[in-house]
């Protein structure tokens, strides 16, 4: 999985956790390994799987009491190279699986990547036309209701009102009152 920025994953702690007798049962520093482990394994997409390497990242080793303690209570099992969450980590833990994950990231991406060619396509149209505006050029019904006459109106790219006062540069057109809102005297 994907570190911040690229792609952030979250851990959910469900609200029965409250009501679930095993969790209750915990001490501060075994819930404060639980909700670390949850939100680790979330992070690097191990689906609950805690390596005995990743426990120095959590603030425990194998010996400690509190891996004792939810191995004790029901809430991790032991394996040979690790610890896994009991239970199933979707529907019991409510967490999503990495697989889920990577395929919204992976749609995600994609429709980033037709949004930013869809601009860039205007802009390079726009550009062709002498102007670095979405809709100069855009040939509509004019005043006098000809076909074909080019709608004089401009419209901001923020905010979308019609304006004919412009601050203008080639990465973006701005109306008077957006160009102030970004950049106040």
């Given at each position: 999985m994907?570190?911040c920025?690229a792609?952030?994953?979250?851990?959910?702690?469900?609200?029965?956790?409250l009501?679930?007798?095993?969790?209750?049962?915990l001490?501060?520093s075994?819930?404060?390994?639980?909700?670390?482990?949850?939100?680790?394994?979330?992070?690097?997409?191990?689906?609950g799987?805690?390596?005995?390497?990743?426990?120095?990242l959590?603030?425990?080793?194998?010996d400690s009491?509190?891996?004792?303690?939810?191995?004790?209570?029901g809430v991790?099992?032991?394996s040979?190279d690790?610890?896994?969450?009991?239970?199933?980590?979707?529907?019991?833990?409510?967490?999503?699986?990495?697989?889920?994950?990577e395929?919204?990231?992976?749609?995600?991406?994609?429709?980033?990547?037709m949004?930013r060619?869809?601009v860039?396509?205007?802009?390079?149209t726009a550009?062709n036309q002498?102007s670095?505006?979405r809709?100069?050029?855009?040939e509509?019904?004019?005043?006098?209701?000809?076909e074909?006459?080019?709608?004089?109106?401009?419209?901001?790219?923020?905010?979308g009102?019609?304006?004919s006062t412009?601050?203008t540069?080639l990465?973006?057109?701005?109306?008077?009152?957006?160009q102030?809102?970004?950049?106040?005297?």
């Amino acid at each position: 999985m994907e570190h911040c920025g690229a792609g952030v994953t979250d851990a959910r702690l469900p609200g029965r956790f409250l009501t679930d007798y095993r969790l209750n049962e915990l001490s501060d520093s075994s819930w404060r390994l639980l909700t670390c482990s949850l939100m680790w394994s979330n992070e690097q997409g191990t689906d609950g799987f805690i390596p005995y390497s990743a426990l120095r990242l959590l603030g425990a080793n194998r010996d400690s009491s509190t891996v004792g303690e939810l191995i004790d209570s029901g809430v991790w099992s032991d394996s040979t190279d690790g610890y896994f969450f009991v239970g199933d980590w979707e529907s019991f833990w409510g967490q999503s699986l990495a697989v889920d994950v990577e395929s919204r990231r992976a749609s995600n991406r994609q429709r980033q990547k037709m949004w930013r060619e869809k601009v860039n396509s205007e802009l390079a149209t726009a550009r062709n036309q002498g102007s670095v505006t979405r809709y100069v050029g855009q040939e509509r019904k004019g005043r006098q209701g000809e076909e074909g006459q080019v709608d004089l109106a401009k419209r901001c790219l923020r905010c979308g009102a019609k304006t004919s006062t412009w601050i203008t540069d080639l990465a973006a057109v701005l109306c008077i009152r957006c160009q102030t809102d970004e950049n106040p005297l």
